[in-house]
Structures are given as C-alpha cells and as structure tokens.
C-alpha cells in the first residue's frame, strides 16, 4: 500500500496562471476524491469520481475549475486563470467500492500560493 | 458552508491527561469520522464509526456515535507528545453521496512535556 501520491506538494504561481495538479490513488480504489482545505478549516468536498466517471461537484468548483480521471486511474486538477482566493491546500483521497465501510485516505495535498 | 460545530477550538494540556472533544450538528449523519492531520500532511484516518450508539476505540482513542445521529465525541487517554496536531470529525449527511464528507473546523492539540 503506496498510499495516495499528490503533485506537487507545492505550487506558487501568479495571478491569471493556469495550474495543474495530479493526484496518483491507492491502485485497487475505483473511487477518488477532491477536496479543498483553506488554513483554519476543515477540508471541504469539491467532486469526486468512480472510476472515470465524475459523479458530483460541489458549487465550489467554479468554471475555473475542471477535472479529469480519463482511464479510471490518475486523476488532474486543472485550475485556470488562478485568483488569489484560490489559495490552499488541495486534497485527494481514494477508496474502494464497499459503500460507507470503506473509509476515505487521504494524500499529503498540492498547497497553492496565487501571488 | 460547514454544518458541524467542533469544540474545543484548541486544547493545552500535560503529558498524561486525558483529552476529550466533540462534534455536534443540527442534522442527521449516517457516518462519523475521526481524522488526525499533522504539519504538512493530509488527515489520517484514527476511527469510523457506522451506527447510532456504536462505541469503538483504536488504542488510546475512544469514539463515539451519538444516539440522535447528530454528535459523536473523541476521547484520547493518557495524552503523550506524539498526540500533538489537528483533530477533524467528518460526516456523511444522510441522503448524499458516500464520500462527500462534512468537515468540522478542527481541535487544535498541544501536550506539554
């Protein structure tokens, strides 16, 4: 068990840049999860997918905001035209199909600085 | 925005005290978790729990599923350095997507030597 893998873990980048975060989940997880975490809060949902199929976003996935799982493996994040309230620490988690005993794990998060 | 209300915000306390917080919501979970997050890291699972009532525990940590489904608490005993980070609960409203979990805004624990 690898564990979830996110990168980078660290990204500074200019107002109006695009951005792209990839995020690699424990191999045998068909599910696979975003969410955001702004400093001094808790994590919040931002979509999530089963196997490639992107099954819910959260309003807080601006059109700004796509992302991607094309073979059901990997999964980027893709932010475009970056603000600065677009900085924080981007989570991924994964977990198997077994319904709610099947607890999310979470990668160590792509913490974005917007300058 | 964020249903679940975490108290305490922050806890100080000596080696060897036992610590204790809560999770509580104006609405129904059919899930509790319990997650700990470190400087720099992702959160880290410690307890699941799936039933109203089920009491589980995972060593020094002890959790609970609050009977009317709308708290749950934490208890860690005999506190040691270690113990030190962020304490998130997290739960899965009823009626939504598995996974898509509601955060508390987290305790903040410091253990004194």
């Known amino acids: 068990d690898t564990g979830v893998s996110q990168d980078p873990r660290h990204k500074i980048t200019k107002r109006g840049q695009n951005v792209t975060f990839r995020c690699d989940p424990i191999?045998?997880?068909?599910?696979l999860y975003w969410y955001r975490q702004t400093l001094g809060q808790g994590p919040e949902f931002l979509t999530y997918?089963?196997?490639?199929?992107?099954?819910?976003k959260s309003r807080l996935l601006s059109d700004r905001f796509s992302a991607e799982r094309p073979k059901g493996s990997f999964s980027t994040l893709e932010i475009q035209r970056t603000e600065q309230g677009d900085s924080a620490m981007y989570l991924c988690?994964?977990?198997?199909?077994?319904?709610?005993?099947?607890?999310?794990?979470f990668g160590n998060g792509t913490r974005l600085t917007v300058t | 925005g964020q249903q679940l209300n975490q108290s305490p915000q922050s806890m100080f306390i000596q080696e060897g005290e036992d610590v204790s917080m809560n999770c509580t919501s104006s609405?129904?979970?059919?899930?509790w978790l319990w997650y700990k997050q470190e400087p720099g890291e992702g959160p880290v699972l410690l307890i699941a729990?799936?039933?109203?009532?089920e009491l589980t525990s995972n060593g020094r940590l002890t959790a609970q599923f609050g009977i009317t489904r709308k708290d749950s608490f934490l208890n860690i005993s005999a506190s040691i350095p270690s113990d030190v980070g962020i304490y998130f609960c997290?739960?899965?409203?009823?009626?939504?997507?598995?996974?898509?979990?509601?955060f508390g805004q987290g305790t903040i624990l410091t253990v004194h030597p």
């Open positions: 609405s129904i979970f059919n899930t």
């Open positions: 997918f089963q196997n490639e199929a992107q099954l819910e």
């Open positions: 729990l799936y039933k109203a009532g």
């Open positions: 997290a739960g899965q409203l009823t009626g939504t997507s598995y996974g898509k979990l509601t």
């Open positions: 191999s045998e997880h068909n599910r």
């Open positions: 988690a994964s977990s198997p199909d077994r319904g709610r005993s099947s607890p999310l794990h």
